[in-house]
């Protein structure tokens, strides 16, 4: 069965400064990687997918992350953090060839400091 | 366009009792999600529907069900509730080309006392 794994429950970074949250996948080839954000009361939205092809991948709100096979790796970045990017951060992974059912993560809580 | 949108926003229930919620896809979607988020367990697939027909289940009782309606709309029931079942339960919809979840709904949040 796939699963993902999220090592930081919490990250806390300064206003401006450069962010990674780190994602790491068991499945038995590649499956169809993503990162949701959680804003309180709100629901998920889709930051970037990636499902074949270009390794780096780049999303919405200056967000990319690259897709490392040999890691089982698919890391979220940002050169800059913005108060606004204060929120929990999800990854997730789907069989290939299929979006449907998706298995996430635990989740990253972001505090973004002034 | 219009997100997905759900209702009730909030809930609240005694144990035993059913519950019934509701999720609108964004229009034109077919695909419909509904997902369960609890600080325990995370977020976890409950099922998929299209076309009225459900096509994926996750792994939850049988005390929770669901259906489309023709329109895309979908309903979610769960009945005799248990304390375990307080949680978020969140919607998302999708085209079924590539069948993403680009947008969640807000969700409704159940509350079992």
């Known amino acids: 069965a796939q699963s993902v794994t999220q090592p930081d429950i919490h990250i806390t970074v300064s206003e401006g400064a450069s962010l990674e949250l780190r994602c790491n996948y068991s499945?038995?080839?590649?499956?169809?990687l993503f990162w949701y954000v959680q804003s309180p009361g709100q629901g998920l939205q889709l930051l970037l997918k990636?499902?074949?092809?270009?390794?780096l991948v780049q999303g919405i709100k200056g967000f990319e992350a690259e897709f490392k096979r040999s890691q089982s790796s698919f890391n979220l970045r940002k050169p800059s953090v913005h108060w606004s990017d204060a929120a929990e951060y999800f990854c997730a992974v789907a069989n290939p060839g299929s979006a449907r059912q998706l298995t996430f993560g635990s989740g990253t809580q972001l505090t973004v400091l002034p | 366009k219009a997100g997905v949108t759900q209702t009730p926003r909030y809930l609240i229930k005694t144990r035993g009792q059913q519950v019934t919620l509701s999720c609108s896809p964004i229009?034109?979607?077919?695909?419909v999600s509904w997902y369960q988020q609890t600080p325990g367990q995370g977020l976890q697939f409950l099922f998929e529907y299209f076309s009225e027909t459900q096509r994926n289940k996750g792994n939850f009782p049988g005390r929770f069900s669901g259906r489309q309606f023709s329109n895309s709309r979908s309903e979610m029931n769960v009945s005799t509730l248990e304390l375990g079942d307080s949680a978020l339960y969140l919607c998302?919809?999708?085209?079924?080309?590539?069948?993403?979840?680009?947008?969640f709904g807000p969700g409704t949040r159940l509350t079992v006392t």
């Open positions: 229009s034109g979607h077919r695909s």
């Open positions: 998302a919809s999708s085209d079924d080309y590539t069948g993403v979840k680009e947008y």
């Open positions: 499945y038995g080839a590649t499956p169809y």
């Open positions: 990636y499902f074949s092809g270009d390794t």
